[in-house]
């Protein structure tokens, strides 16, 4: 299974309202998760099961979808949130889990 | 608090071969799935291994199955990552994980600081 994403980048300012796709090569159901990073840093699980939120997640972000078509929206960005954006599928057998190609939301 | 440290990395010449090792600390280490999860220089995220709880089930991307073998030590709290064969493209920071969910080989809630592994001569 495929996933790609897009925006591969994007500039926003502070208190804009992102959104980021994920698209699947074939249907995953709810099995996505979405994960934040930062430069030197490891990913950080932001929503599993496409829309829940992670425990210690700020609520402006948010996820939907299922199938193949899947959503990573940012309410209102914060300073903090200038950072790459992954999602990972979950859903296939055998049991190989893939990233897609990441979103990296930089400063307008 | 949860914790995962790795160790192991290093540089190794093409065809060589390396163990990455993971401590964990803070959650009941055998309820949990693990996984090695890499990353190039400026490049994606890439999974590349997971393991059950138990140990008795493993799974492997196409890009290292048959070369990398991961595995666990329950009484010691550590997973384990045997490298060989390697090759320049394995050239990566490699992270290993803890599935969120009791029992399942799931999304990674906690993550280590990762490990560099050079493959050059």
């Known amino acids: 299974i495929q996933l790609t994403q897009s925006p591969s980048s994007l500039s926003a300012s502070v208190g804009d309202r992102v959104t980021i796709t994920c698209r699947a090569s074939q249907g995953i159901s709810s099995y996505l998760a979405w994960y934040q990073q930062k430069p030197g840093k490891a990913p950080k699980l932001l929503i599993y099961a496409a829309s829940t939120l992670q425990s210690g997640v700020p609520s402006r972000f948010s996820g939907s979808g299922s199938g193949t078509d899947f959503t990573l929206t940012i309410s209102s960005l914060q300073p903090e949130d200038f950072a790459t954006y992954y999602c990972q599928q979950l859903n296939s057998y055998p049991l190989i889990f893939t990233f897609g190609p990441g979103t990296k939301v930089d400063i307008k | 608090e949860v914790q995962l440290l790795e160790s192991g990395g290093g540089l190794v010449q093409p065809g060589g071969s390396l163990r990455l090792s993971c401590a964990a600390s803070?959650?009941?280490?055998?309820?949990?799935?693990m996984s090695w999860v890499r990353q190039a220089p400026g490049k994606g995220l890439e999974w590349v291994s997971a393991i059950s709880g138990s140990g008795g089930s493993t799974y492997y991307a196409d890009s290292v199955k048959g070369r990398f073998t991961i595995s666990r030590d329950n009484s010691k709290n550590t997973l384990y990552l045997q490298m060989n064969s390697l090759r320049a493209e394995d050239t990566a920071v490699y992270y290993c994980?803890?599935?969120?969910?009791?029992?399942?080989?799931?999304?990674?809630?906690?993550w280590g600081q990762g490990t560099l592994v050079t493959v050059s001569s």
């Open positions: 803070g959650f009941t280490f055998s309820s949990y799935a």
């Open positions: 994980a803890k599935s969120r969910p009791l029992s399942m080989v799931r999304e990674e809630d906690y």
